[in-house]
């Protein structure tokens, strides 16, 4: 009978300690709301801030305040996720100096224009995040889609495809929000020394043209000089505010100059900002826009 039970309390053990290890929670959660360390590279100072607030910055920063407020909830989730995130996966450059406010390195950040409408934003969606297995996700967006979202590995280099992440169609288009067309123009030096920065070493550039294309209808590489060169990295270089996205119309060799046309504003990957401000209008909330771009993701509220 002792034999008996001995082995029934055993089975009970190991079936708790299987249940507690299959609700696994976040690995960061907090009893009141954090306070976040903030790098100003115009300033270049390190400003503790709490989170809500800089969240409200970025709003700010990363789209306008006249948008609908689910458009603007929308953002906020995003952002609070991102910047958490962040922290969790940058711990070295965190400690140092903080989260940037430049764009390239981070999200954008405008306290100047914060007003009511991003100010109850961010009280209706106070602490609120998205995961997915218990994990905070990364939580990309991007200005202009172009029509259409892209997979992680189509908008970075060497990037997984995420299980949250999908390519989907977006309302988006030339009468509806800014930066859906847009055509940009590079001396012969510029483009040069791009390249150089990227390894490739041309004399010249006689001709250009699009190259390899991707499902998502953006392109991999463009051929410059007839060799063929990785867009993103090229992107990247050229500057991201100017080449503005690898979902290009046109690539050509015009009076000296590399011309380059082409839809959308940003890597594509995640939420579309227009998109979502589309979509808000149309009378979505910010829970079905989210999930709209994401896949399974689960809304919670950590703080």
Not at 105 to 123: G, H, M, V
Not at 239 to 268: F, M, P
């Amino acid at each position: 009978m002792k034999k008996f039970l001995n082995v029934t309390l055993i089975l009970i053990i190991i079936s708790i300690l299987i249940s507690g290890c299959s609700q696994s929670s976040l690995k960061q959660t907090y009893a009141e709301e954090p306070m976040i360390r903030v790098y100003n590279t115009v300033s270049q100072t390190t400003t503790e801030l709490p989170l809500e607030e800089y969240v409200a910055g970025v709003i700010a920063g990363e789209v306008y305040n006249t948008w609908d407020i689910e458009a603007l909830k929308t953002q906020c989730v995003l952002a609070r996720t991102f910047a958490l995130k962040y922290i969790e996966d940058n711990p070295e450059i965190y400690k140092e100096k903080g989260i940037s406010t430049n764009i390239a390195d981070a999200q954008s950040y405008d306290e100047s224009t914060i007003n009511s409408s991003i100010t109850e934003a961010c009280k209706q969606t106070r602490g609120e995040v998205l995961t997915y297995n218990n994990e905070l996700i990364n939580a990309y967006f991007h200005s202009n889609s172009g029509g259409k979202t892209v997979l992680a590995s189509d908008g970075f280099n060497g990037a997984e495809n995420l299980p949250y992440i999908k390519s989907v169609s977006s309302p988006e288009n030339s009468e509806n929000s800014k930066n859906y067309n847009w055509s940009a123009s590079f001396t012969k030096a510029e483009v040069l020394n791009a390249l150089n920065k990227m390894g490739i070493t041309l004399s010249n550039i006689s001709s250009a043209s699009l190259g390899e294309k991707t499902d998502s209808q953006n392109y991999k590489t463009i051929i410059i000089g007839g060799r063929e060169v990785n867009l993103i990295t090229l992107r990247n270089y050229l500057g991201s505010t100017r080449l503005k996205s690898t979902k290009l119309t046109s690539a050509k060799i015009e009076n000296d100059y590399l011309k380059i046309s082409g839809v959308g504003y940003g890597h594509g990957v995640g939420v579309s900002q227009w998109g979502a401000k589309i979509l808000a209008d149309q009378g979505k909330n910010y829970q079905q826009i989210i999930d709209y771009y994401f896949s399974n993701v689960k809304f919670e509220t950590i703080y």
